[in-house]
């Protein structure tokens, strides 16, 4: 509210700080009853000056804190007997086609099972529809770990993009209907793109196995997150190009995107054989967007 900025930190023995940085003097210190392993969030959850914060702790309780640090609600997610076995981190963003603004995340609760929760920030409660539970019965396989957060965006009506395993999960929010795309080895992370550098957006996706997938959607989405866009576009006539002959030269051609460019920016280029850094086959440095063909 001082126009000064703050930093939140959470520790293992459930403590929120919040720590003025140009001062280094603690604004609030709260504590959870167990450890915290997602970082808190900090929104404008009243529509008024201040930004409240949210965070929640291994053991599935979630609370909201003013920016002084007095709780506005607080709730635990867990029934008496259930057990939280490993949780997301939290996403604030609309969940409706209506506007309505809410915290997302998702918790593994029973071992083949996931729950997506979203909660009205103002009071803690589920919004309709929630929780969504994503079941997997033809694996037996414990879920350990969530290692994508959630995504979301606007078609129609909002939809949930939640990768688990080998899965891709496609959740419409205003019907609570979920759809799947399966691959063939684990998802490692996705993330929504304009690949074509239009006004579409396409879902970008990488396997544990190095393979790298694309979903085309012609549909107008909007990211909820701020789009500073940034990245390099292979032209689409060397996307699928093979080099059967084994020659060391090989022709391609790329266009350099950046939203934000500013004058002495550098832009790194590299190709590689898989993962391996051990394995660059290219790699230059430009000073300036668009096209480029090399060799």
């Known amino acids: ?70 709780t506005l609600w607080y709730r635990s997610l867990l029934g008496d007997k259930e057990k939280l076995r490993t949780s997301s981190d939290l996403v604030y963003g609309g969940i409706k086609a209506d506007g309505t603004m809410g915290v997302l995340f998702v918790t593994v609760i029973t071992e083949n099972a996931a729950k997506i929760f979203a909660i009205d920030a103002e009071n803690g409660s589920n919004l309709p529809g929630f929780p969504i539970e994503l079941v997997d019965p033809e694996d037996h396989k414990k879920l350990q770990s969530i290692s994508n957060p959630l995504l979301l965006s606007s078609i129609s009506s909002n939809l949930i993009l939640q990768a688990l395993r080998s899965r891709l999960y496609f959740i419409d929010t205003s019907t609570g209907c979920a759809q799947f795309s399966i691959y063939t080895h684990e998802i490692s992370s996705i993330q929504l793109a304009r690949l074509d550098g239009g006004s579409s957006l396409s879902i970008v996706g990488t396997l544990v196995s190095g393979e790298v997938f694309t979903l085309e959607n012609p549909s107008d989405m909007v990211i909820t997150e701020p789009d500073s866009r940034i990245g390099i576009l292979v032209d689409e006539n060397f996307r699928k190009l093979k080099n059967h002959i084994g020659t060391c030269i090989v022709p391609f051609s790329f266009q350099i995107i950046d939203e934000n460019t500013r004058k002495g920016k550098e832009y790194h280029v590299e190709v590689r054989l898989g993962k391996s850094f051990e394995q660059i086959i290219f790699r230059k440095s430009y000073n300036e967007t668009g096209k480029n063909a090399d060799q």
């Open 1 to 70: 509210r001082d126009g000064n900025m703050e930093a939140l930190v959470t520790t293992s023995m459930g403590f929120i700080h919040s720590i003025n940085v140009p001062f280094g003097g603690q604004s609030f210190t709260a504590q959870m009853r167990a450890a915290i392993e997602h970082p808190a969030i900090a929104e404008n959850v009243l529509g008024d000056a201040n930004l409240e914060v949210i965070a929640m702790d291994v053991e599935g309780n979630i609370v909201c804190l003013d920016h002084g640090g007095k």
